[in-house]
């Protein structure tokens, strides 16, 4: 089974920067991403990034928030710049374990929460 350790959620004003980690157990760990998910929303998308290095982000964290991996070390990153009243949630490590043959599984983390205030 895969767990997901999550860090680095904290409280920080309008225009400040964090960095987010989530580091994996386990082995054949594909796509790693962020989701987040604010008091009475759908959860939603924050970026994402294949085993292979490609990457995608959700419209409203374009341009501000970047997302990356060390594989060797089941680690997704993800650094948040510029953050908007707006960005306020708890993030959620998301990823998916390699399956031969089969669709891959997929895990969740327990979430670390970002506070933005002016």
């Known amino acids: 089974q895969v767990q997901l350790v999550e860090s680095g959620g904290g409280l920080v004003q309008v225009g400040g920067s964090l960095r987010l980690s989530c580091t994996a157990s386990?082995?054949?760990?594909?796509?790693m991403a962020w989701y987040r998910q604010a008091p009475g929303n759908q959860r939603e998308l924050a970026a994402a990034i294949t085993s292979g290095g490609a990457t995608n982000y959700g419209e409203s964290v374009k341009g501000r928030f970047t997302v990356s991996r060390d594989s060797a070390k089941n680690t997704v990153y993800l650094q948040m710049n510029n953050l908007k009243l707006e960005d306020t949630a708890v993030y959620y490590c998301?990823?998916?374990?390699?399956?031969?043959?089969?669709?891959?599984?997929?895990?969740w983390g327990q979430g670390t929460k970002v506070t933005v205030s002016s």
């Open positions: 998301f990823v998916t374990r390699i399956q031969l043959g089969r669709r891959p599984s997929e895990y």
């Open positions: 386990g082995g054949n760990i594909g796509t």
